[in-house]
Nanobody, 120 residues
Framework: QVQLVESGGGLVQPGGSLRLSCAAS????????MGWYRQAPGKQRELVAA???????NYADSVKGRFTISRDNAKNTVYLQMNSLKPEDTAVYYC??????????????WGQGTQVTVSS
């Protein structure tokens, strides 16, 4: 069983920065893509940023120029550097990964989420 564990969330003032980390562990042969989603109370979960093992990235329009996604393939870890944070960034942030053990099919995995609160 694969597990994704997020860390780095917390309370920050508007304009501040946080870095989220997500480490995958378990029966992993290859991680094809990893990403970050977020969900605020009463709203649907939305994609924030995603990255492939080859380094291709995409971002939600609302975070372009402020957030940067990166990964360390050797450590099965993805990061989300969040700068110039705004109150509307407040949400639970979830790590997502598409992973195969090399023999079976690819599965979509989710972390438990980490709270990010932006407030003065």
């Amino acid at each position: 069983q694969v597990q994704l564990v997020e860390s780095g969330g917390g309370l920050v003032q508007p304009g501040g920065s946080l870095r989220l980390s997500c480490a995958a562990s378990g029966s992993i042969f290859s991680i094809y893509a990893m990403g970050w989603y977020r969900q605020a109370p009463g709203k649907q979960r939305e994609l924030v940023a995603a990255i492939t093992s080859g380094g291709s990235t995409n971002y939600a329009d609302s975070v372009k120029g402020r957030f940067t996604i990166s990964r360390d393939n050797a450590k099965n870890t993805v990061y989300l550097q969040m700068n110039s944070l705004k109150p509307e960034d407040t949400a639970v942030y979830y790590c997502n990964a598409d992973i195969t053990d090399g023999l079976g099919p690819m599965y979509d995995y989710w972390g438990q989420g980490t709270q990010v609160t932006v407030s003065s």
